[in-house]
Structure formats: C-alpha cells, structure tokens
C-alpha cells in the first residue's frame, strides 16, 4: 500500500475513520435539522496543513454598510443608519492525517446601527467544525492537482436573537457539504469550491402571523425554515513558502425563494443571496508567525447588507 | 482495482451527504384543528342580547318548504350526489372549515390585518401619504391594520357574526328543519351532527356577514373574501351538511344583519379619527396642565402620530361621559422622583437586557406585519372557545365569547388613545433608551399593550373561570413586556393595565345579563 503524498492513498484504517466522520455528521443533520453563514473562503482553502501540524488565526475584522438589498432592491434606511459589525474570530486547524483537517472556528461578534433605536447586538455567533479532506493528488508534471471534499457542522454558540435588522446570525443549525479542486503550479494557484449548506429550522420568539404558505404551517407556529444556500468559489494567487497573495469571487445563491424583507417577515425566512469579490494577503512574519489580511465587498446581493469587510489576523503555526 | 474501489467509496459518499443536505423534509407539523359536537347546541340563544339588533327579528326569514316537499326532495337527491365522493381538495376544504365557521373567519380577518399592518414609507418629500380606501391596493394599501384599526375591524366582524347567530338560533327553533342526514340517514357526512335545525345555515350566516364586514374593512381583498365565501359554502354541500335553500337562506340573513352592522360602524366617529388637525390642540392642552416635554415622533422624518382622534370613537359597553371617568390620572411630573424611578429601571434593562427579558419583548411585540395585540388576544379567545377536549363551544357561544372580547378591546383601544392622546406624555427614547421591537409612533402614558391585555384577561376569566390565572398571568408578561422592550414606562403599564380591568368589567357585567345564564 502506498504511503505520502502521490496517488490513492487512504488505508483502511483511513477509510474507516472517515466514514465514521461522515455518519457522525449525517447523524447530526438528523437529530438537529442544521442552517448558517458558511465558512467565509479565508477559512477554508484548498491548502492541506499536513499530518500532526496545527495552526490557530486570531482574526479581527469590520464590516459596514449603510445600504441593504430589499429582495435585489437597493434601500437606504434613515432610521437605521450604517450598520457595522465587528468579529474577533478564531481559527484552529489541525492535520488529523497527511489528507485530513478539522478545522474549528469560534467567532465572538459586535454589530450595531449608528441611527434608530436597535439596540447594539454583541456576543458569541455560531461555532464550526470541519472536515476537509483530500481525497486525491495528481501529480501533473510539476504542477499539482487536488480534489477535496469538506463536510462542516455549525451552530449557534448561544440563543441570540436572529430575527431582527441587526442581529449576530441567522440562528440556525447548519451542515455544510462541498468539494473543492485545487491546482498548483510553482506559485501558482487555482481553486474552484461548490458547497451546499443545509439549514436547519429556527424557533422565533413569537408566533408567526403573516406568513408564505411555503415557508410555515398556516397554523402559524413559531418554528419557521431558513432556506438552504449553495455557494460558488473561485480563488486564484500566487503562494511562496513566506508569502501568498489571492484574489477571489464567492456566490451565494439561495436554493428555495423564501421571502423577503417586509414588516413582520421573520428574517430568518429570507432567500439571501449574494455576489463578493475580495482579496487575501498573508505574510510570513518569522519563525511560525504570519500574518494575514483580507479586503472584500458585495457587488450584488438579495435581502442582504451590501457591505464592504476587512479583516486582519495573526496566524501561529503549532 | 483500488483506484476504482476507492473512486466507488466517494460516489457513495458524495450521494449520500448529497442526499442528506438537499432532501430531508423540512416541512413543518402542526396539529390542525378538527370539527367537533358541541357540548350544548344553546337551544335558547335566539333569545339572546344582541349589540346592534334590537330583536332577533329585526331581520326577516320566510318559512322553508317542507322536507317533504318536491323542491327540499330535489334538493336532497343534488345534496347526495355532490357530497357522495369527494376530492382531495373537496376534502380538505370540508376539514377546513368543519373547525368551526366564526372561528375560521375571525383566523381569516387576523391574517388580513397582519398582511396590512404596514406603516406608509415616506415619499421624497419627506411626508407619509394616507392610504385611501377608494384606492386599496395602490402603495400606501389601505387599510393600514394598526391596533386601533384591527380592534375596531374585529369588533365589528365579531358583532356581525353574534347578531347574526342570534337571529338564525331564533329562526332555526322557529321553523325546526332537521338537518338532511335525520331528513335521510341515506345521506353521507364528513362533519359530526347534532339535531341543530339546520334552516338556516349558520355557516352561511357566518359565511355572509364576515364577508360583508371584512369586504368593507379589506375593500381591496374582494377576490380573496369570494373565494373564501365560495368555498365555505359549498364545503357545507360537500360534507352533506346543509341544502341549498338552507344556504340561500343563511347568506340573505347574515347580508341582513352585516348591513345593520355596517350602518352603525359609518357612524361611529372613524372617519375623523386620523384628524391630524386637532394634535396641536392636544400639545397646548398637555403643556397647559403642566407637561414640560411632550411626546415626539422619533421617526426620520417625522411621522405624524397614529389616529390621534381614535379616542372619540363610540364604546361598545359604555357611554363616552364613563370614558373620562376610566382616564387614568395624570403621570409623574418629569422632574419627579417617581418618574426618575422609572428611568432607573429602564437603563438597567438597556445596559443589560437579559435573553428570557428579549423574549418575552419579542413574544408579546406584536408590531408591525403582525396581527396586532387585539388579534394576538383574539387568537387566545377563540382557542380556548374551540379547544375540542373542553370547551366544544356552539358557533353561537363562540361567537357571544368573540364578541365581548372584541368589544372590550375595542373599548380598551378607545379609552387608551383618549388617554395617550389627553397626556401627551414622551416615549423613554427621548431619554435615551434603545428599543429591539419597534418603537410606536404616538404617546407613551398608557400602554395600549397593557390596555388591551387586561381587558381581554378579565373578559376571558370570567367565561373560562379556571384558566383566570393563566389569562392573568399572560396579561401582565404583555404588560411588562413593554417595559423590557424599554418603550414603556412601569407607570404607563400599571395603569394601563388596571384600566383595562375597569373596562373588560363593563363587557362581563353585559355577559352577566344578555339572557344567556353563562
């Protein structure tokens, strides 16, 4: 049997491992009936850590915007004002095997509204754990081309208040199911990702009482379905062993309509949807210490802040 | 080998999470509500109190032909052959409506008012255009369903449907035609029956006078209301229930009644009830009595504030001069220590408010694209008059219960928006306070949601005595719930909510004496 990197790889022993991690997962989205914001592409890259190697980012970023998607409509809101939402995430990244991370993220998150009288939402937002795994490795001549396969679970960290203007989250429990191909030639690289989240149903505080027939029981209850999203990346740089450079494009597309917002619309129940370009930097300080920086903006989007978002980080290799 | 095997194991994978992420049902059960015998068919309701009627026979219903006669013998044969085999939507209809017609009509009337309960956006000059009830549907749609709005709209519907049930329990017991299945045991129901005479229809009744009020308070949801109004109907010869003439009998008494009701609603002062002329008068009057800052719109821009002129709306249960004597007394001073108390408490929640305080704020909010608080409290009558393992009301008895609750909240809405308007007192957000559930465009002192709440909790207490500590206990987590959602001040909820008792007291004095013994 063939060990390290180069063709097929997994051993039995692999095999069985992961296939307890998918029935773990598929168990989970039974029990739970999953939902959530997706892992933003600075998180999850086609880049594999290695087999016992660790590293843990501290990121802090802030985003604002003071114009949001009705539906796809643009609209400013004077009683609102520009919303800015600051995280202080954190990323831990583990190789369980040469072609297997976990991937653990925990954001804690601020937002507020400079005009009207929302009050300031802050506290800890959904925690994810995620399994990537490298399933094959091309050699190419002296290029590389991977196909992973990542499988994620996140849920809130605490009941906040999701249906609301400004709030920490969408609320709901989610899977995250993608694959990813990753080519590398020297510096240069190319990934494309395709991710489906499923989200699980969020209990409001209240009894809904204008409702879509799509979306609720017309006993109108409390609990009501987020609609699923699939999610289309791109990304594309150059990676030395002390810097990378990379740009990117996501889309966000929801996969049932869901509604829009609009008085007493429960905001967990809105299709969102959205296209964002940005651009990501990391640099190697010394040693295991780099840094890492990203810039991103929404072009086009469906009941969804058109923001603007930098973040800035410091990555420890362990 | 391997590379395939392997190739083999992901496919399978791959699908199978596939599978999971993207099929899995994500349809939500909720029990549905299912016909039920009454407990009491209230055989002696046609003598019964009404509001606007002055006697059941106000209203005029020619004798049926007999059951034995060739017309009700035609009828019967098309009865059996319509109700013999039914479609799945037939039969979904029959379940439907089969909970019970004032309760599916009143659930209808609170799904329209949540559906307009939509505050007008400002247009580029900065003003908030008036919906017009000869425009329906243009933006802004009219009616605005806001709680002075959708109390009012109940009342009158829950009038309506009581009047006319009245009526038709006089005319059932007068005429005394059995219902086709003891006509012809041949015949094939889908609903429980009972020896209710069934001449007329009281589904028809119910059917005709929600339409006719709901047509006037919705003008822009005719399409809707006839095909609700259709296939109420028709559900009744589905389900082998009533003859035609039962129905034709039951639609031309509720238009009857409806238009009796409507006549009264023309004149009871609404039409003035946005009078945005008189607000500068109210302001002198407040500053005049000692108040040093008056309430404001907080809105940018600037929102005038909601039917300042509701209060001169007629009651139901009382006349206006006992409405003063209702007004609560003045609210602290600003620079009093008792108002400075109140403060207090309010920053304390808005530097901390807790999870359990946000979701009670939340639960009872009840804002905008809802169904207001007195839909929210209405949804509470009409379950607890319908729950089918207890109370099993008659449509008559729902109907009695619906309509002193809804006449109470409407009293309540009166009596709260004489008050708000009286005092003129300013939201906590003009002292500083946030607010996650809406803030409400007119004055702080009362609260309306303590108001209301306390009216509907002792109407409701004292039809269903053992639940007195749950309607109690909801009233007063509405009431606070404005306190946490920090648009209220404790004083605005206290008094609102012992006014509102004073008022739910006149509408359980009436219930005590319509004739019913309950």
């Known amino acids: 049997m063939l060990k390290g990197k180069g063709y097929f790889c997994v051993t039995s022993a692999d095999f069985m491992r992961l296939l307890i991690y998918f029935t773990v997962a598929l168990l989970f989205t039974f029990a739970h009936q999953t939902h959530a914001q997706g892992l933003a592409p600075g998180i999850l890259d086609g880049f594999m850590k290695g087999q016992r190697k660790a590293s843990l980012a501290i990121m802090a970023s802030q985003e604002t915007y003071n114009t949001y998607y009705i539906n796809t409509t643009e609209t400013k809101n004077p009683n609102l004002g520009t919303v800015t939402t600051q995280a202080l995430t954190v990323v831990g990244t583990y190789g369980l095997g040469y072609d297997l991370d976990l991937i653990i993220s925990a954001p804690y998150i601020r937002t507020e509204a400079s005009a009207g009288y929302f009050p300031k939402q802050e506290g800890l937002q959904d925690v994810s754990g995620t399994l990537r795994w490298e399933a094959f490795d091309y050699k190419l001549g002296k290029t590389r081309l991977s196909w992973l396969f990542a499988a994620g679970y996140s849920m809130p960290m605490q009941e906040y208040v999701s249906d609301a203007m400004v709030r920490l989250g969408y609320g709901s429990k989610n899977l995250d199911g993608r694959t990813m191909l990753h080519y590398k030639a020297g510096p240069f690289f190319i990934t494309g990702q395709y991710g489906y989240i499923r989200r699980g149903q969020v209990t409001l505080d209240h009894v809904v009482n204008n409702y879509d027939p799509s979306q609720l029981n017309p006993n109108s209850g409390m609990k009501v379905n987020v609609p699923d999203v699939t999610e289309l990346i791109v990304r594309t740089g150059l990676v030395t062993k002390r810097a990378s450079l990379d740009v990117w494009g996501q889309q966000q597309t929801p996969r049932t309509e869901g509604t829009n917002i609009g008085p007493g619309i429960p905001f967990p129940t809105n299709g969102v949807g959205f296209t964002r370009v940005g651009t990501t930097a990391w640099l190697k300080l010394f040693g295991k210490v780099g840094i890492t920086a990203t810039a991103s903006t929404i072009l086009s989007g469906r009941n969804t802040g058109k923001s603007t978002r930098v973040n800035g980080g410091l990555v420890l290799g362990l | ?518």
């Open chain 2, 1 to 518: 080998m391997k590379k395939y095997s392997q190739l083999l194991t992901i496919a399978i994978l791959s699908a199978v999470l596939s599978v999971a992420l993207i099929s899995c049902d994500k349809s939500i059960s909720e029990p549905q509500r299912v016909g039920y015998t009454p407990g009491s068919l209230d055989e002696k309701a046609g003598t019964w109190k009404t509001y606007v009627l002055t006697a059941p026979n106000d209203v005029t219903l020619a004798a049926p032909a007999s059951t034995a006669s060739a017309t009700y013998q035609a009828e019967l044969t098309d009865l059996k052959s319509k109700s013999a085999s039914l479609s799945q939507e037939q039969q979904e209809a029959v379940v439907y409506w089969g909970a019970g017609a004032v309760y599916r009509w009143d659930e209808i009337a609170r799904e329209l008012a949540a559906r307009y309960n939509t505050p007008s956006a400002s247009n580029a000059d900065g003003k908030y255009p008036v919906p017009d009830a000869a425009n329906p549907l243009a933006d802004p749609k009219f009616p605005f369903a806001n709680p002075p709005y959708t109390a009012r709209m109940l009342a009158y519907l829950s009038v309506a449907q009581y009047d006319a049930l009245v009526a038709t329990w006089n005319y059932k017991y007068t005429y005394k035609r059995p219902s086709p299945s003891k006509v012809d045991a041949t015949v094939r129901v889908a609903l429980p029956t009972s020896v209710l005479p069934s001449y007329p229809s009281e589904d028809a009744v119910i059917a005709a006078a929600s339409y006719t009020v709901l047509k006037a308070m919705f003008p822009g949801e005719v399409p809707f209301l006839d095909a609700k109004l259709a296939e109420h109907q028709n559900s009744r010869i589905w389900a082998g229930m009533n003859v035609a003439s039962d129905l034709v009998a039951g639609i031309d008494l509720g238009n009857q009644v409806a238009a009796k009701v409507m006549a009264k609603a023309k004149m009871d002062g609404m039409s003035a009830a946005n009078n945005q002329t008189l607000t500068a008068g109210m302001v002198e009057a407040a500053k005049g009595r000692g108040l040093t800052e008056v309430w404001q719109s907080q809105e940018i821009p600037v929102r005038p504030p909601m039917l300042p002129n509701y209060g001169a709306v007629l009651n139901w249960n009382f006349d206006a001069a006992t409405k003063v004597k209702l007004r609560p007394v003045p609210p602290p001073a600003l620079d009093s220590p008792e108002f400075a108390k109140a403060l207090d408490e309010l920053k304390t929640i808005n530097n901390n408010q807790t999870r359990e305080q946000a979701r009670i704020a939340n639960y009872w909010a009840d804002g905008a694209g809802s169904y207001t608080p007195p839909g929210h409290w209405m949804r509470t009558a009409a379950n607890a008059a319908n729950e089918a393992n207890e109370a099993r009301y008659s449509e008559v008895r729902m109907a009695r219960t619906l309509a002193l609750v809804a006449t109470s909240l409407m009293d309540a809405g009166v009596c709260c928006w004489d008050t708000k308007m009286f005092y003129y007192y300013p939201r906590p957000q003009q002292f500083g306070m946030k607010t996650s559930v809406g803030l409400p465009n007119f004055p702080s002192y009362t609260s309306g949601h303590s108001t209301f709440s306390a009216a509907a909790a002792e109407v409701l207490s004292s039809i269903f005595p053992a639940r007195t500590d749950e309607f109690w206990a909801q009233a007063q987590e509405a009431s606070d719930s404005r306190v946490y959602g920090l648009i209220h001040y404790r004083f605005d909820c206290t008094a609102g909510l012992a006014c509102g008792k004073n008022i739910g007291a006149y509408a359980v004095a009436r219930s005590k004496a319509d004739g019913s013994g309950l």
